[in-house]
């Protein structure tokens, strides 16, 4: 075999805004219900993964996040390749550093496991891919798809362009519980669609997404929420055929809520909306209310607000972001629906 000992592979992957939450997990990484998301365009992590020659036994991995040592990231890392380690041979004779950075700023709260996730799966494979097999381009997003889920359920989404979706759902032809899918034929509507991501809080998070999926075990309302998730999934997935904004507007508020409420009564309850997301929240409805915009709000597992609206009502959308939530603009992150990850050498 050649020896690839010193060869570096870099990698830039996107993180994806759920429209339909992934909230609860079972076994290795796989979710209680179908989710579907939206693949960014700006929010990214870029990955160099340089391979070494092996000098002994276990895991041999360094990881910097921004030319620093990561620690607490680099024992998640090595965590994922020993708990999959029959995904990788590579790690029988290679030893790793990896160098990686995220094109969205430090201090907005918003770092995010999927693109990192993303973009190690993919260098990772790749560099495999290199040495043993090819893998068509289709199998090896499918492939690297799968082992970013082992790392960060949600990663999975980000290997495609534009929606996808990932976990079985009887509607959705080749869906699986092991890797997600993109959702091709997307009507014109929902082509072009821009995500400003509102910093209502830049600290990190106080509950990590793995706890909150982890109290999902014992909820009151688990199985509901399965099950409407799942008719979620085939709502969303319709609307992105027939371009009905009413609908999608009202599913991807509903599942927000959805997502918050069921950490409001869990066992454990917590809270991570603050007041500054009630606030935009309202603005949001009232201003679709009174100019009929299809503009519409989305929270992850923080109290960030998400503003999602096409392209073509970007001036206006603009506007009323001046009038009525931040005057100079500082403190939104402006992001729209993206291409997937790309291969940077
Ligand atoms: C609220 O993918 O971060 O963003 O699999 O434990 O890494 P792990 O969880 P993660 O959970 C994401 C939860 C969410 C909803 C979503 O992205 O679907």
Known sequence: MADHSNQKITWRCPSNIAIVKYWGKTGNQIPCNPSVSMTLSEACTEVELELMEKKSEGI????????????????????????????FPLLEKHSFRINS???????????????????????????????????????????ASELARLGSGSACRSMFGGFASWGQHPAIDHSSDLYATPVKGVHE??????????IVDNQPKKVSSSLGHSLMNDHPYAQNRFEQAK???????????NGDYEEFIQIAESEALALHAMMMTSKNYYLLMKPGTIHAIE???????????????TLDAGPNVHILYPQKYKEEVSDF??????????????????QGPEKQN
């Open 60 to 87: 041999e991995l360094e990881y910097f996040f921004e030319g620093e040592k990561n620690e607490a990231f680099q024992n998640r890392v090595i965590k994922y390749l020993e708990t999959n380690s029959a995904h």
């Open 101 to 143: 950075h995220n094109t969205f700023p430090h201090s907005t709260g918003i770092a995010s496991s999927a693109s990192a996730f993303g973009a190690i799966a993919l260098s990772l494979l790749d560099a495999e891919n290199k040495i043993d097999r090819i893998h068509d381009k289709e199998t090896f997003y499918t492939k």
């Open 189 to 198: 509507n929902f082509q072009q669609m821009m995500d400003a991501i509102l």
């Open 231 to 241: 008719e979620n999934t085939a709502g969303i997935i319709k609307t992105l055929y």
């Open 283 to 297: 603005k949001i409805t009232n201003f679709r209310t009174s100019t009929n915009i299809p503009v519409c709000f």
């Open 321 to 338: 972001l001046k009038n009525e939530l931040k005057t100079d603009l500082s403190g939104i992150i402006f992001d729209k629906i993206g």
